[in-house]
């Protein structure tokens, strides 16, 4: 993906905006002095395993773009960064670790570790990191919205439609120039990371059903993911 400088650059219409803030804690930190990387046209390959949490902050504004276009009363959820070697306890009575790339509504909190968002960046491409996050950050939209699965086919298209908000993202900042040719790629390669690692008793969608539900969301928006419920639409 290009910068947001190298976006402005070759659109021309893009404004600066200011760097998102969130709430840093023991274990829980924002960037310090040296985690910040050099300026670079292209996010992919700027950042090392010690800068993630640069990376991680650039994302959360990107969203926070996307949200506040989208839904302008809507507050963000808290983003945590789990450093390596790091646990942090949550709401939902499950202890984050690094490997973390969770949602919990009790708190309404996203949970990402360093460990697991330089897999993805380092090994899939910088798409395929940032896409997961804004699956999660859809989870913080259909919890604010109240859209509540029953059953285990419930939960299932809870995911999928997470999935389509994300795609919903990556079409808007498509939309504002910032996509690179190898991204999408990138995205479907996590997309068949995670659908090969679902089971028999899997609570996401097949693989198919989790392309299907990005195309969805990249090609018609939120609108589009209106369809997983069509009681509780996330965009009406």
């Known amino acids: 993906m290009r910068t947001r400088a190298a976006a402005l650059i070759c659109s021309t219409v893009l404004a600066l905006l200011a760097t998102l803030a969130s709430t840093?804690?023991?274990?829980?930190?924002?960037?310090?002095?040296?985690?910040?990387?050099?300026?670079?046209?292209s996010?992919?390959?700027?950042?090392?395993?010690?800068?993630?949490?640069?990376?991680?902050?650039?994302?959360?504004?990107?969203?926070?773009?996307?949200?506040?276009a989208t839904y302008p009363d809507m507050s963000a959820p808290s983003y945590v960064y789990v450093k390596s070697r790091t646990?942090?306890?949550?709401?939902?009575?499950?202890?984050?670790?690094?490997s973390?790339?969770?949602?919990?509504?009790?708190?309404?909190?996203?949970?990402?570790?360093?460990?697991?968002?330089?897999?993805?960046?380092?090994?899939?491409?910088?798409?395929?990191?940032a896409i997961g996050?804004?699956?999660?950050?859809g989870h913080h939209v259909q919890h604010v919205l109240g859209v509540a699965p029953v059953g285990r086919n419930g939960v299932i298209?809870?995911?999928n439609q997470a999935d389509c908000i994300a795609g919903a993202w990556v079409g808007y900042i498509d939309g504002l120039g910032r996509l690179e040719r190898d991204d999408l790629n990138d995205i479907n390669a996590i997309l068949k990371l995670i659908?090969?690692?679902?089971?028999?008793?899997?609570?996401?969608?097949?693989?198919?059903?989790?392309?299907?539900?990005?195309?969805?969301g990249?090609?018609?928006?939120?609108?589009?993911?209106?369809?997983?419920?069509?009681?509780?639409?996330?965009?009406?």
């Open 24 to 41: 840093a804690s023991a274990q829980a930190q924002l960037p310090g002095p040296g985690t910040v990387p050099p300026h670079c046209s």
């Open 43 to 68: 996010l992919q390959d700027c950042y090392g395993f010690e800068q993630m949490a640069a990376f991680y902050d650039e994302m959360t504004v990107w969203i926070g773009e996307f949200s506040k």
């Open 87 to 98: 646990i942090v306890p949550s709401a939902c009575g499950v202890v984050m670790d690094s």
């Open 100 to 129: 973390a790339y969770a949602y919990c509504s009790l708190e309404d909190s996203v949970y990402v570790g360093q460990d697991q968002l330089w897999a993805f960046y380092s090994k899939l491409g910088d798409a395929a990191a």
């Open 133 to 137: 996050i804004a699956h999660e950050w």
């Open 157 to 159: 298209a809870l995911e």
């Open 195 to 216: 659908g090969a690692a679902e089971g028999p008793g899997r609570d996401h969608g097949t693989l198919a059903e989790r392309t299907a539900a990005v195309q969805t």
């Open 218 to 236: 990249f090609r018609s928006g939120l609108t589009g993911c209106n369809s997983f419920f069509p009681g509780r639409p996330v965009l009406a």
